[in-house]
């Protein structure tokens, strides 16, 4: 994409004692862009996740923000920056209703007390402008459905105004249906000019809403790739580095097939 990038990863690197988690990554990711991070268990996705959140600071490389450096050390810093990130726990409190999860931790006050109705109202607001479709503002999250649950963790991500969403798998363990919701609002984000960063194993969903696919390999970056011009061999082949796998041959068991 042109124009600058609103989040750099320069020359990023990480360790946990011994172990080398990350090594010299690199990422970007620019306004209305949804990037989907990918990689096998252990090549490092949530350890970059994490050094983004301020979770875990980085040793090594540079992080950028709208062209400068910046230090994250804390989650708060990524926060103040404009990071939002919605991790797989969701971390929602089921006897809460949609109003209190959204604004947990930053309730609305008047006069010294809560503002239920200024809070009940920007909700609505939020989550009609973001077509989120759910029976009640003020039902508990426990009478949610799953997919209901994921739109409203990254919904309550947005109160904050951020310009980076992280979502950590936000389709794993839904149907069919929930995961079509939680595709249709990353749509929306991207619309809105957000920035995505999309940690998926589910290449159907990676295909679906990404424009750039960052493939870590052993805490390395290992590819990346244009959605639209890329096959799904190619990126499963980056993930495993091997060029020979089960997707590639199935691909020329047809072929030879077709013959």
Same mark, same amino acid.
């Given at each position: 994409?042109?124009?600058?990038? /609103?989040?750099?990863?320069?020359?990023?690197?990480?360790?946990?004692?011994?172990?080398?988690?990350?090594?010299?990554?690199?990422?970007?990711?620019?306004?209305?862009? /949804?990037?989907?991070?990918?990689?096998?268990?252990?090549?490092?996705?949530?350890?970059?996740?994490?050094? $983004?959140?301020?979770?875990?600071?980085?040793?090594?490389?540079?992080?950028?923000?709208?062209?400068?450096?910046?230090?994250?050390?804390?989650?708060?810093?990524?926060?103040?920056?404009?990071?939002?990130?919605?991790?797989?726990?969701?971390?929602?409190?089921?006897?809460?209703?949609?109003?209190?999860?959204?604004?947990?931790?930053?309730?609305?006050?008047?006069?010294?007390?809560?503002?239920?109705?200024?809070?009940?109202?920007?909700?609505?607001?939020?989550?009609?402008?973001?077509?989120?479709? $759910?029976?009640?503002?003020?039902?508990? $999250?426990?009478?949610?459905?799953?997919?209901?649950?994921?739109?409203?963790?990254?919904?309550?991500?947005?109160?904050?105004?951020?310009?980076?969403?992280?979502?950590?798998?936000?389709?794993?363990?839904?149907?069919?249906?929930?995961?079509?919701?939680?595709?249709?609002?990353?749509?929306?984000?991207?619309?809105?000019?957000?920035?995505?960063?999309?940690?998926?194993?589910?290449?159907?969903?990676?295909?679906?809403?990404?424009?750039?696919?960052? /493939?870590?390999?052993?805490?390395?970056?290992?590819?990346?790739?244009?959605?639209?011009?890329?096959?799904?061999?190619?990126? $499963?082949?980056?993930?495993?580095?091997?060029?020979?796998?089960?997707?590639?041959?199935?691909?020329?068991?047809?072929?030879?097939?077709?013959?």
């Amino acid at each position: 994409m042109t124009g600058a990038p /609103v989040l750099a990863l320069r020359g990023v690197s990480k360790r946990f004692g011994a172990v080398q988690a990350l090594t010299d990554v690199h990422l970007e990711v620019h306004a209305g862009e /949804v990037v989907a991070l990918v990689g096998d268990n252990g090549a490092g996705k949530s350890t970059l996740v994490k050094t $983004i959140a301020g979770v875990h600071p980085i040793d090594e490389g540079v992080i950028e923000w709208e062209g400068r450096a910046v230090n994250i050390n804390r989650p708060q810093d990524a926060q103040q920056l404009g990071v939002a990130t919605v991790y797989q726990d969701l971390a929602l409190c089921d006897n809460l209703d949609v109003v209190g999860n959204l604004f947990l931790g930053r309730e609305l006050k008047r006069f010294g007390t809560l503002d239920e109705v200024a809070m009940e109202k920007r909700a609505r607001e939020l989550l009609d402008t973001l077509s989120i479709r $759910i029976p009640s503002v003020r039902i508990p $999250i426990a009478g949610l459905s799953g997919g209901q649950r994921q739109v409203v963790a990254i919904a309550r991500a947005l109160v904050g105004d951020p310009k980076i969403v992280i979502l950590d798998e936000p389709t794993a363990a839904l149907g069919v249906e929930q995961t079509a919701q939680v595709l249709d609002l990353v749509e929306r984000l991207r619309q809105r000019g957000l920035g995505v960063i999309l940690i998926s194993h589910n290449m159907a969903d990676v295909k679906a809403v990404a424009d750039t696919v960052a /493939v870590l390999r052993l805490g390395r970056n290992n590819g990346s790739f244009e959605v639209a011009g890329t096959s799904h061999e190619e990126i $499963i082949s980056a993930i495993t580095g091997a060029t020979d796998n089960a997707v590639t041959r199935r691909q020329a068991r047809i072929a030879e097939e077709a013959k």
